[in-house]
Nanobody, 122 residues
Framework: QVQLVESGGGLVETGGSLRLSCAASGRISDHDVMGWFRQAPGKERVFVAGMALRSGTYYSDSVKGRFTISKDNVKTIFLQMNSLKPEDTAVYYC?????????????????WGQGTQVTVSA
């Protein structure tokens, strides 16, 4: 089993920045894919960014150039969010899958954190 805990969400003004963290524990591997998803009220959960050891990083078009996914070790990943917009408001989730492939579908991810709220005021 893998446990994921996100932190770092909050309220920020348009144009501001936040950094989210996701700490993993349990049975993890450096071949795991680590991803960030978000879910706005009344909408589906969507892919934001993903990272795999062998294939690099991937971003959705809506955040490319503004968000950066990174890690400091196999257990902890980050999502640096700059130039935030009101449409970035959502609950952000980190996720892991053991396949080594960065999928943009939530159904491909086995483990999920509890989520952290990000609110961007206009």
């Amino acid at each position: 089993q893998v446990q994921l805990v996100e932190s770092g969400g909050g309220l920020v003004e348009t144009g501001g920045s936040l950094r989210l963290s996701c700490a993993a524990s349990g049975r993890i591997s450096d071949h795991d894919v680590m991803g960030w998803f978000r879910q706005a009220p009344g909408k589906e959960r969507v892919f934001v960014a993903g990272m795999a050891l062998r294939s690099g990083t991937y971003y959705s078009d809506s955040v490319k150039g503004r968000f950066t996914i990174s890690k400091d070790n196999v257990k902890t990943i980050f999502l640096q969010m700059n130039s935030l917009k009101p449409e970035d408001t959502a609950v952000y989730y980190c996720a892991r899958n053991p396949t080594g492939i960065v999928y943009d579908s939530p159904s491909r991810y086995r483990y999920w954190g509890q989520g952290t709220q990000v609110t961007v005021s206009a």
